[in-house]
């Protein structure tokens, strides 16, 4: 749907139905009523509308911000994010603890409002392209498919960015099992760790954000994020010492951040912009479910048998995808000097 509405009315539409979801879930709260269908629903609300502000969010960028300064935008959304994710259950706590459930939900609900507004006046550089209107929305969504497997470099930054967050991101969701089945550090090492890994993927926005805009060089940070995701979490499934692990998980969360900022910025620069929002979904569902279905699977797996060797697999796993990416990478580059003319031809 991204390609076929108008991004600044949906996109404030949406926000506007997220604030809703949270003023609901403050009243609920408020009047103690909160139970677990309405939990179950409103959380389903919430997941819908924030998974169709994905791809409506990543469209509006290229159409507010010019192509020079893309892949700043991109990092410096990235960097908010992982301040973020940071900074708000510590606020979150502080607001729980001193004036309740419902002044949190109410606070969050507020904070909607501000975006709604920004998107009302900010100015929009170019009209989107009205191609996939005319189309059935099943033929549209298989032509931006059709169009991302083709295309060399779009199929291969879209695979490996899936597969690391199918393997890596997923091993990601597990680290509370690390803090209180390998290292007996409870909630304060919990904390300590998942810190770390946002400090990691703060340091890896901003280095992305000194990068210019150019799709080959970040298509050349995923597989360096991957290799160095490869050796974090390869590195974690040994590690004997607790402190060890916390530098280990730092080093993960920049090379996660360094594949999913770095590959994210790559399409952007690349994608044809009458197909933008078709191929951002992709990215966006592969890249959010890989790591929903990751966690899961290898949730299963460690239950089974020993979170350490997972956490092993994973890096190992990680490691011969980001070969691949390489080997991928250079093929393209070698294909591009063959079909490139001769000094003699061109004269």
């Not at 919430?46 to 469209?59: C, K, N, Q």
């Not at 690391?164 to 997923?170: K, N, Q």
């Not at 390869?234 to 607790?242: E, K, R, T, V």
Request: charged share 10%; net charge positive; with cysteine.
């Amino acid at each position: 749907m991204a390609d076929r509405v108008d991004l600044r009315r949906t996109a404030m539409l949406l926000n506007l139905g997220q604030a809703t979801v949270s003023f609901v879930l403050m009243g609920l709260s408020y009047a103690g009523m909160m139970t677990l269908p309405w939990m179950i629903m409103l959380a389903a609300s919430m997941g819908i509308l924030g998974s169709a502000m994905t791809p409506i969010r990543l469209s509006l960028v290229p159409v507010i911000v010019p192509r020079e300064f893309m892949s700043r935008a991109v990092a410096y959304a990235a960097m908010n994010f992982n301040i973020s994710r940071l900074v708000g259950p510590a606020v979150g706590g502080v607001v729980i603890a001193t004036w309740g459930t419902g002044a949190a939900f109410m606070l969050n609900a507020i904070s909607y409002l501000p975006m709604v507004f920004v998107i009302s006046v900010v100015t929009i550089h170019q009209d989107r392209a009205p191609d996939a209107k005319s189309r059935r929305i099943l033929a549209a969504l298989v032509d931006g498919a059709s169009y991302a497997i083709h295309h060399p470099m779009i199929r291969s930054v879209l695979a490996l960015s899936c597969f690391v967050s199918l393997v890596g991101t997923g091993m990601i969701e597990l680290m509370p099992v690390f803090a209180e089945a390998v290292y007996e550090r409870g909630v304060t090492g919990l904390g300590m760790m998942a810190s770390a890994g946002g400090i990691g993927a703060v340091a890896s926005t901003f280095m992305l954000s000194r990068v210019k805009s150019n799709a080959a060089d970040f298509q050349r940070i995923t597989i360096v994020g991957a290799f160095a995701a490869a050796i974090g979490m390869f590195g974690l499934g040994w590690s004997p010492w607790y402190e060890l692990a916390v530098g280990l998980i730092a080093l993960t969360g920049f090379g996660l951040t360094a594949v999913g900022v770095g590959s994210q910025t790559a399409l952007q620069l690349t994608v044809d912009n009458k197909l933008r929002g078709r191929v951002m979904s992709f990215w966006s569902a592969t890249s959010f479910g890989g790591m929903a279905l990751g966690g899961t699977m290898l949730g299963a797996i460690s239950e089974a048998g020993n979170i350490q060797y997972t956490a092993r697999g994973s890096g190992i796993l990680i490691l011969c995808a980001a070969c691949a990416g390489l080997w991928r990478l250079y093929r393209i580059g070698a294909s591009g000097r063959r079909s490139a003319p001769s000094s003699d031809a061109v004269q």
